[in-house]
């Protein structure tokens, strides 16, 4: 089957760093999305992995590994504005879209 | 949770044609909308898919190039009309489940028009 693994809550300080992982078994893979997502709102494209290695944009960089399977969202310098979830979802040989479940984050001052 | 099909998963469309996208959900659900991803930029909410009544459209979206039909709680239909390649996109079904309140998303469908 198709499965997607993030941790359903993280909690961090204001002004640190947090890694978000992102594990995932899929039948083929084409790329990786990154969203973040506040409460009510629509979520809000962060970043799009297709090749191995760590991609930066500015305080937010993602990472990662097809042999794996595996990916993290790494955020700089939290504020508190980050408080969200974060949604991986990767797009397998079909161009279908299979959605984690999202990581809730609280950035605590 | 709730599961959401899309059809088709991808599809590669002339210009100047339609195409219609299909969204079943097996859950009952409150709210259904629809989006759109294109290269490199966020999720865009195109419209609310209304049952029995007519889609609630964004600004910038209107019911001539984006007809949306909703004719029951778990399915919806998005056509996207007369195609130009800026229609090039992820299209992807959205849902609000009635007993949480959670919104799920679907698979997306892959649009290419050339």
């Known amino acids: 089957g198709q499965n997607i693994d993030q941790p359903t809550e993280m909690t961090a300080t204001e002004g640190a760093i947090v890694q978000i992982n992102c594990t995932y078994q899929t039948s083929g893979f084409n790329g990786l999305f990154w969203y973040q997502q506040h409460a009510g709102e629509a979520p809000t494209f962060l970043s799009y992995n297709v090749l191995d290695g760590l991609e930066e944009k500015g305080r937010f960089s993602s990472f990662l590994s097809r042999s794996k399977g595996y990916s993290y969202l790494l955020l700089k310098e939290l504020q508190m504005k980050d408080s969200a979830s974060y949604l991986c979802a990767v797009e397998d040989s079909n161009y279908q879209l299979i959605w984690g479940a999202g990581t809730k984050l609280i950035i605590k001052p | 949770s709730a599961v959401i099909s899309q059809k088709p998963s991808r599809d590669i469309c002339q210009r100047g044609t339609s195409l219609t996208i299909q969204c079943q959900v097996d859950s009952q659900v409150t709210m259904m909308f629809w989006y759109r991803q294109q290269p490199g930029q966020s999720l865009t909410l195109i419209a609310t898919a209304n049952q029995g009544s007519e889609a609630t459209y964004e600004s910038g979206f209107v019911i001539d190039k984006f007809p949306i039909s909703r004719p029951n709680l778990t399915f919806s239909t998005l056509t996207v009309s007369n195609m130009s390649p800026e229609d090039s996109s992820i299209y992807l079904c959205?849902?609000?489940?009635?007993?949480?309140?959670?919104?799920?998303f679907g698979p997306g469908t892959r649009l290419t028009v050339l």
């Open positions: 959205s849902v609000v489940l009635l007993t949480d309140n959670e919104q799920f």
